[in-house]
Antibody, heavy 118, light 105 residues
Framework: EVQLVESGGGLVQPGRSMKLSCAAS????????MAWVRQAPKKGLEWVAS????????YYGDSVKGRFTISRDNAKSTLYLQMNSLRSEDTATYYC???????????WGQGASVTVSS | IQLTQSPSLLSASVGDRVTLSCKGS??????LAWYQQKLGEAPKLLIY???SLQTGIPSRFSGSGSGTDYTLTISSLHSEDLATYYC????????FGSGTKLEIK
């Protein structure tokens, strides 16, 4: 069974940093591109970032470019999202997702809640 | 590419045929998927590449469309279909529509 489990969320002050992790199991992690998607409270879905199989290529949404960094450790089957210079508008549930069939996302974690507030 | 979903809220009865719309600001070349998100849950993939049904999804869900205009149809609404539905394009960048909230009358 494919499982994605996010961790590392919580409350953080504006301007500070936070790192999310996503532990994958039930599939060969290194065979898939991976992504982060977020959802602000009572809002829609927003793609945040994606990463290639070995991590050599990364892609970011405009709202996080230059502040967030996606990375992966295939030996640990773990995806990461380093978030710097956090803003109140980054408050959201962050989902880890697996890419298939070009860039469709077919498996999702349960989400990690990040609240940026003083 | 920006995606506009309509309606934003839809109320329908069990057994109804329901149609949700998604319109792109540019040609999407059929690289369009649909997700279902129930309250408090992660999104679930229903349809990809316009009309391909994801494994395990009931056949009452179907997708169609081309160019800039796409549709998700539920042939006979079930009570468990209460959810918000998002379209998602992956032809040029990755973007989600704003969602259609489906209520059961």
């Amino acid at each position: 069974e494919v499982q994605l489990v996010e961790s590392g969320g919580g409350l953080v002050q504006p301007g500070r940093s936070m790192k999310l992790s996503c532990a994958a199991s039930g599939f060969t992690f290194s065979d898939y591109y991976m992504a982060w998607v977020r959802q602000a409270p009572k809002k829609g879905l927003e793609w945040v970032a994606s990463i290639s199989y070995e991590g050599s290529s990364t892609y970011y949404g405009d709202s996080v470019k230059g502040r967030f960094t996606i990375s992966r450790d295939n030996a640990k089957s773990t995806l990461y999202l380093q978030m710097n210079s956090l803003r109140s508008e980054d408050t959201a549930t962050y989902y880890c997702a697996r890419h298939v069939n070009y860039y469709v996302m077919d498996a999702w974690g349960q989400g990690a809640s990040v609240t940026v507030s003083s | 590419i920006q995606l506009t979903q309509s309606p934003s809220l839809l109320s329908a009865s069990v057994g109804d045929r329901v149609t949700l719309s998604c319109k792109g600001s540019q040609n999407i070349n059929n690289y369009l998927a649909w997700y279902q998100q129930k309250l408090g849950e992660a999104p679930k993939l229903l349809i990809y590449k316009t009309n391909s049904l994801q494994t395990g999804i009931p056949s009452r869900f179907s997708g169609s469309g081309s160019g800039t205009d796409y549709t998700l149809t539920i042939s006979s609404l079930h009570s468990e279909d209460l959810a918000t539905y998002y379209c998602y394009q992956y032809n040029n960048g990755l973007t989600f529509g704003s969602g259609t909230k489906l209520e059961i009358k």
